[in-house]
């Protein structure tokens, strides 16, 4: 039988997948070491002796610090929000599976996201659970040796199979958080770390000091809750200037905005981009998508979208979709046309 290598992470996910890919492959799990302890390590291993499956844990930690954490604190240092699994998954977990069934001599590797790999080409999953805008930066040629077995499911049937397996981790409930940053206070995360920004003023578009902020670390674009700002009016965080160390308020009228600019593309078409296209674009982790035609931009694309889309956020991912194919991705940048001129 054929060796798969899965990413075996001690949630359920990554347990029924187990169980699915052991009818067709000799599955062999890995349990990925962020260096964190806990539970998840035990629950993997569970998991796999559950099934009477090779287990063994690879140690990540250098490569997330390098790759992910350090860029991490880097974004928020420069005024952006960024978006650490979409850079992990291309830039660490995945390369550590596929040098783990380099090892062994496998072709393949798994892991539990809800996506769709056909004819080479990255899918979306069920609409439900759609886990693609995370996994488009992905490279094309590591799309070859993917297989996410839970793309046709929903998150309600793989609980239902995971009770009727009798699964260790049945009803373990779902992670959600950043996994280094597992009780979701990157801020404090951030602080730990030392040389976070100092405290400074949140001014409105006229430069009229509204209040104090804690450092420009502890927002992002579109940001209300959390200002303690009174005013006239609710205020949202509308700009993020880490050269004057302030954070712009707004009534959040001019967060919005047709033109969003992207780079560092990821194009997984197997057609270059030549001419205007219709798509449709994903600017964050929801289900919200917008019809949009895209066009090169220097280095990298120019998205005009149909309607007004609130907060392009640098350091989010714009991918762009035709139907369920994700054509690509590009990093938004900075220059956005949302917010006050600069002064």
């Known amino acids: 039988m054929e060796k798969i290598v899965l990413g075996l992470s001690g949630g359920v996910d990554s347990a029924v997948s187990a169980k699915l890919l052991s009818a067709d492959f000799e599955v062999h799990c890995i349990y990925l070491d962020i260096g964190l302890g806990g539970d998840s390590a035990r629950d993997a291993a569970a998991v796999a002796a559950c099934f009477g499956l090779e287990f063994a844990t690879v140690d990540i930690r250098a490569a997330l610090e390098e790759q992910v954490c350090a860029p991490f604190a880097a974004a928020y240092l420069a005024g952006q929000t960024p978006l650490p699994c979409a850079r992990c998954n291309p830039a660490v977990k995945f390369p550590a599976l596929l040098s783990a069934a380099d090892r062994i001599g496998a072709r393949y590797v798994a892991t539990g996201h809800y996506a769709r ?18 996994l488009a930066r992905l490279p094309r040629e590591m799309l070859t040796r993917i297989r996410f077995p839970l793309g046709g499911y929903e998150k309600t049937e793989v609980r239902a199979l995971a009770a009727q397996m009798g699964l260790p981790v049945a009803g373990k409930p779902d992670s959600m958080e950043i996994c280094f940053i597992p009780d979701g206070d990157y801020a404090a995360w951030l602080e730990k770390r030392g040389k976070t920004p100092p405290a400074g003023d949140f001014v409105d578009s006229a430069g009229n000091v ?10 992002t674009l579109g940001q209300r809750r959390g200002l303690g700002v009174s005013g006239p009016h609710r205020y ?12 712009e308020l707004s009534d959040g009228g001019d967060l919005f905005t047709t033109r969003v ?4 593309i ?10 205007p296209r219709r798509v449709s674009i994903r600017l964050r982790h929801t289900k919200a ?10 280095d990298g694309v120019l998205m005009e979208t149909e309607t007004p889309v609130r907060a392009p956020t640098p350091g989010q991912l714009a991918v762009f979709y035709d139907g369920d194919v994700v054509l690509g991705s590009g990093w938004i940048a900075p220059d956005q046309t949302i917010g006050s001129a600069q002064r």
């Not at 997984?268 to 981009?273: G, K, N, P, V, Y």
């Not at 917008?290 to 090169?296: C, E, R, Y």
């Open 236 to 247: 949202f965080v509308s700009a993020i200037r880490p050269e004057r160390n302030e954070v």
């Open 266 to 275: 990821n194009w997984l078409d197997t057609e270059a981009l030549t001419n």
């Open 261 to 264: 600019r992207s780079r560092e």
């Open 117 to 134: 790999i056909e004819a080479g080409r990255l899918k979306k999953g069920t609409p439900a659970n759609d886990q693609s805008y995370m």
């Open 289 to 298: 998508v917008s019809p949009a035609v895209i066009s090169l931009d220097g």
């Open 210 to 219: 509204l209040g104090r902020h804690r450092g420009i670390h502890a927002y």
